[in-house]
């Protein structure tokens, strides 16, 4: 079975359906149990939801009592939760700064922590990291908090492969340009981009599936525009 987080809506609503049209089993994870619900109703078959906040010690302890119960063996993930906050430096407090590093760092340190003792051999972990946190790429006004913890969470997958190596789990990250969600709107509002969730969801199931194949600890740009 593979995870995927953030699957209420956008990238990982779109991601979690291309998985289950590709034959896979999938754990959809988000916080707002209708939109789950919704997603486990189009695709009922290979959809599983459960409704966690990765922000929620608590509530990712009721992710491991559930993955435990129905004894889920995880062959991938898809760490693709992720919040943004669009505020020039003067005027992001602490608690944004904070809230960025929680909702993009700390989701995924709970999350494989969480998890890793139901992964299987040859699994492959993916985090989803933006081009905003991507070494040398273009960078914009107001999206410092956000694109700097996308960052660090780039450095977290290449430090996570190592650590995982000898545990033959492999962890790599794909760095995402412009795709049309609601997340993108807060970004560059009124932004056209080159993607819609589907088009980015196939090459990340295709990649959660086979990608480690060819490379592990790797920090990828996939992108047709930035922004
Ligand atoms: N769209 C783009 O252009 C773009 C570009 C680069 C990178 N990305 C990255 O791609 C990923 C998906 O983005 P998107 O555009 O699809 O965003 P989105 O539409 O805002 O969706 C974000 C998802 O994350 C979930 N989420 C947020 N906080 C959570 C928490 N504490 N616990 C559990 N789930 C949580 C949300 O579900 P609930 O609110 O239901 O919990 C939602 O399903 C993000 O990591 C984003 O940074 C997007």
């Known amino acids: 079975m593979i995870l995927v987080t953030g699957a209420s809506r956008g990238i990982g609503y779109a991601t979690s359906v291309s998985l289950a049209k590709k034959k896979e089993r999938v754990l959809a994870l988000a916080r707002s149990s209708d939109a789950l619900?919704?997603?486990?109703?189009?695709?009922s078959r290979r959809i599983h939801i459960q409704t966690c906040d990765l922000m929620n010690l608590a509530s990712v302890q009721l992710l491991v009592d559930y993955i435990r119960e129905h004894r889920i063996q995880l062959t991938g993930v898809v760490h693709n939760a992720g919040a943004l906050i669009n505020k020039p430096f003067s005027e992001l407090t602490d608690d944004d700064w904070m809230h960025m590093w929680n909702a993009n760092v700390m989701t995924a340190v709970r999350l494989v922590r969480a998890?890793?003792?139901?992964?299987?051999?040859?699994?492959?972990?993916v985090t989803i990291g933006s081009m905003g946190g991507f070494q040398g790429s273009a960078k914009f006004p107001g999206l410092l908090a956000y694109s700097t913890s996308k960052g660090a969470l780039s450095t977290w997958t290449e430090c996570m492969a190592k650590e995982l190596e000898k545990e033959n789990i492999s962890v790599n990250c794909l760095c995402l340009g412009a795709v049309q969600t609601e997340m993108l709107n807060l970004a560059f509002p009124g932004l056209?981009?080159?993607?819609?969730?589907?088009?980015?969801?196939?090459?990340?199931?295709?990649?959660?599936?086979?990608?480690?194949?060819?490379?592990?600890?790797?920090?990828?740009?996939?992108?047709l525009s930035n922004p």
């Open 37 to 43: 619900e919704k997603l486990q109703n189009e695709h």
């Open 192 to 223: 056209k981009a080159p993607l819609k969730p589907d088009d980015i969801a196939e090459f990340i199931s295709d990649f959660v599936i086979n990608g480690h194949r060819f490379m592990n600890g790797k920090i990828l740009p996939v992108a």
């Open 115 to 125: 998890v890793l003792p139901f992964m299987t051999k040859k699994s492959h972990i």
